[in-house]
T-cell receptor, first 116, second 116 residues
Framework: GAVVSQHPSRVICKSGTSVKIECRSLDFQATTMFWYRQFPKQSLMLMAT?????????EQGVEKDKFLINHASLTLSTLTVTSAHPEDSSFYICSASGGPWSNEQFFGPGTRLTVL | DQQVKQNSPSLSVQEGRISILNCDYTNSMFDYFLWYKKYPAEGPTFLISISSIKDKNEDGRFTVFLNKSAKHLSLHIVPSQPGDSAVYFC???????????????FGKGTKLSVIP
């Protein structure tokens, strides 16, 4: 199956700093990428959907100014958590889809963010 | 309002027996259903899917059944193996024309433990 990588796998930062998480599709062109957040013992919650070259579509309740998403190429999307606070600590997972009308999503390994 | 429900947070099964994981949904717009397996601190990995036009899909030890009238699907694993121990997420897909993509809605997951 298709491979999606995320970097870093875990990051610890101080409150008030910004953190960038990269999501790459390694062997296919991902026209659509998704960013999820998972709290302990909770489901994966979709944060935003991004199509290459256009602005991300954010889910209700997700602050677009806090969670900046850039999908500049067909193989790379980035999520920047700006001015991170302890409540932003979570497990962030990206997924990639091979086409805008594709049902299949391939998930990255996730990034554990801890904000002190 | 939870559109995809996995009412059993955990399930224990003896090795060699059948594991049955259940999932219910409420949104009749869902037309594609997927099961993912997830280990702690990792991204989900795709297991098996089923289109709404089918009622059964089989892949090796894994079979997914869909009952559209009951809005219910189930994943059968037989025979169960200790390596199957993980959290299993049910996901349902519907087209989001605004975002231009199929979006997944996840259940909260069921933790399967296969006892040797």
């Amino acid at each position: 199956g298709a491979v999606v990588s995320q970097h870093p796998s875990r990051v610890i930062c101080k409150s008030g700093t910004s953190v960038k998480i990269e999501c790459r599709s390694l062997d296919f062109q991902a026209t659509t990428m998704f960013w999820y957040r998972q709290f302990p013992k909770q489901s994966l919650m979709l944060m935003a959907t991004s199509n290459e070259g256009s602005k991300a579509t954010y889910e209700q309740g997700v602050e677009k100014d806090k969670f900046l998403i850039n999908h500049a190429s067909l193989t790379l999307s980035t999520l920047t958590v700006t001015s991170a606070h302890p409540e932003d600590s979570s497990f962030y997972i990206c997924s990639a889809s091979g086409g805008p009308w594709s049902n299949e999503q391939f998930f990255g390994p996730g990034t554990r963010l801890t904000v002190l | 309002d939870q559109q995809v429900k996995q009412n059993s947070p955990s399930l224990s099964v003896q090795e060699g027996r059948i594991s049955i994981l259940n999932c219910d949904y409420t949104n009749s717009m869902f037309d594609y259903f997927l099961w993912y397996k997830k280990y702690p601190a990792e991204g989900p990995t795709f297991l098996i899917s089923i289109s709404s036009i089918k009622d059964k899909n089989e892949d090796g030890r894994f079979t997914v059944f869909l009952n559209k009238s009951a809005k219910h699907l189930s994943l059968h694993i037989v025979p169960s193996q200790p390596g199957d121990s993980a959290v299993y997420f049910c996901a349902a897909s519907a087209l989001d024309s605004g975002a231009g993509s199929y979006q997944l809605t996840f259940g909260k997951g069921t933790k399967l433990s296969v006892i040797p």
